[in-house]
């Protein structure tokens, strides 16, 4: 007779075996003490019904409840009126005791940490509904693996919205769903490696380590090319012998730079001219403030340009939901390789987004988070004005965090160092760079999770260092300012 398994509760299973010499109920007492004792069944777990485990190993139920009943007489197991039998608290196996509690770290004053959005302010019940109104409406076939490339829904509505708000040229049979814009990005790099890329170009400073490391994955190499305050330098770019470039136009990471007309047309002309390509991640394209929006590059080149859009910033990172509108020529070579990386992309998660975005609620929660940051931004602005006006800020027109120029002879490390000290977060434009210089001296001040009354408390702590960063002599300064704050 074979072996039989049952399962019992999380990650717990009981075997018979009708071969051994050893007794039925010995064999499931020595597993029930065995799993106990190892912590597999903790304290307060249920165990089955006599007769559900009895029927689940055919074996009597009678032998089932003695098993049951021995375990009791031990302390293993306690039954009270009325209630499940359950785990005994003494039986379980005791935790090691810890000789010194382990302390907890201070909270935070503020951590300025950029590219996360207002976490706090994802529309729990809008998502909520959505999901449901998904499973009410959808028809069971969309309950099947379905289309690699997506749910067509969404796909129909999102090309739709794309063209309306960004200019895009697409159509929904041009749209992948992906994963996010980590996932879209390693599938256009591999995608493109297999039509003969050997380097792709990314923008410095940027996102090279991220852009670096999926590059590598896909067999490239990445070659950083220099940003200035219009953009990214196309004739750099040129002169690299990249293949393709990934470039941040609408709000450049994480210099806040928008990508100067005249160099929209350069890069174009580029792409047409080498014959390569323009992978253009949409960052922060949603939220703008003191300019005009910005199309998307992909509407003036679709044959040339693939572009990467998530709801990471406009939702939550947690949906894990993005886009590729891709030129026709790759999109069925995309499609097979997000079907061939995963299948396809939650599908109740994309019929709820389609939901959200046919409802108006998408463009809602946009419009009640742009006002949002816009009144974070000034916070920030003010704050600064007032504690350190030193500091100059650049950046600001989108997104939700700006470029802080510290004013010489400062440090960067040594500022951020005092600001680890003061607990406050602090993050250097050094580990954009390429290079990691810490030259010039400047700060990334990210608003979008950070509260205002962190924000201004943040700012208060480190007035002194801000304003006059030379005061830390490259040496951190003591914490003790900040114990008279907040």
């Not at 529309?123 to 109104?133: G, S």
């Not at 989108?398 to 510290?406: R, S, Y």
Request: proline share 7%.
């Amino acid at each position: 007779m074979p072996v039989e398994w049952s399962g019992l509760a999380p990650e717990v299973l009981l075997t018979i075996d009708r071969r051994a010499t050893v007794p039925l109920r010995s064999q499931l007492e020595d597993q029930f003490r065995q799993a106990i004792r190892s912590g597999r069944l903790g304290a307060g777990e249920r165990v089955p019904s006599s007769r559900a485990l009895a029927g689940a190993l055919s074996l009597s139920r009678g032998l089932v409840q003695e098993c049951y009943a021995q375990l009791q007489a031990e302390g293993y197991l306690v039954t009270r009126g009325g209630s499940a039998t359950r785990v005994a608290a003494a039986a379980t196996r005791a935790e090691p005791a810890q000789d010194v509690p382990p302390s907890r770290p201070a909270p935070m004053v503020a951590d300025f940490r950029s590219g996360v959005p207002d976490l706090g302010s994802f529309p729990r019940q809008a998502w909520a509904w959505a999901i449901r109104e998904a499973c009410r409406a959808a028809p069971n076939t969309d309950l099947d693996y379905g289309d690699p490339a997506g749910s067509p829904r969404l796909r129909e509505v999102l090309a739709a919205y794309l063209r309306r708000v960004r200019a895009m040229d697409t159509t929904a049979d041009r749209l992948i769903i992906c994963s996010g814009m980590a996932q879209g990005l390693g599938l256009v790099l591999r995608v493109l490696a297999g039509h003969g890329l050997r380097r792709v170009a990314c923008e410095d400073p940027g996102g090279t380590a991220d852009i670096t490391a999926a590059a590598h994955h896909a067999g490239v190499q990445a070659v950083p090319v220099p940003v200035d305050d219009r953009g990214i330098d196309v004739a750099a770019l040129d002169a690299s012998g990249a293949g393709a470039v990934v470039l941040t136009p609408a709000h450049q990471w994480p210099t806040g730079v928008v990508l100067a007309p005249e160099r929209r047309l350069d890069l174009i002309d580029w792409a047409a001219r080498r014959d390569t390509w323009i992978i253009e991640d949409d960052y922060d394209a949603e939220f703008r403030y003191d300019r005009e929006p910005v199309g998307a590059i992909q509407g003036l080149a679709p044959g040339r340009v693939i572009t990467l859009g998530t709801v990471s910033k406009s939702l939550a990172p947690v949906l894990r939901l993005g886009w590729i509108a891709s030129p026709a020529i790759l999109t069925a070579h995309l499609t097979e390789a997000k079907r061939l990386t995963d299948r396809g992309s939650p599908g109740l998660d994309q019929l709820a987004l389609a939901v959200l975005i046919e409802t108006g609620r998408y463009d809602r929660q946009l419009r009640k988070m742009r006002a949002s940051y816009a009144a974070r931004r000034e916070t920030l602005v003010q704050a600064l004005a007032q504690a350190a006006p030193a500091v100059t800020l650049t950046g600001l027109a989108a997104g939700f965090h700006a470029v802080a120029h510290l004013p010489p002879p400062a440090a960067e490390h040594a500022v951020i160092t005092a600001a680890t000290n003061r607990r406050v977060g602090l993050y250097g434009m050094s580990a954009y760079r390429s290079s990691h210089s810490p030259q010039p001296p400047q700060l990334v001040l990210g608003f979008g999770n950070t509260s205002h009354h962190a924000i201004r408390a943040g700012v208060a702590v480190l007035a002194d260092i801000l304003d006059n960063p030379g005061i830390t002599g490259g040496r951190p300064l003591s914490a003790s300012r900040s114990a008279r704050v907040g």
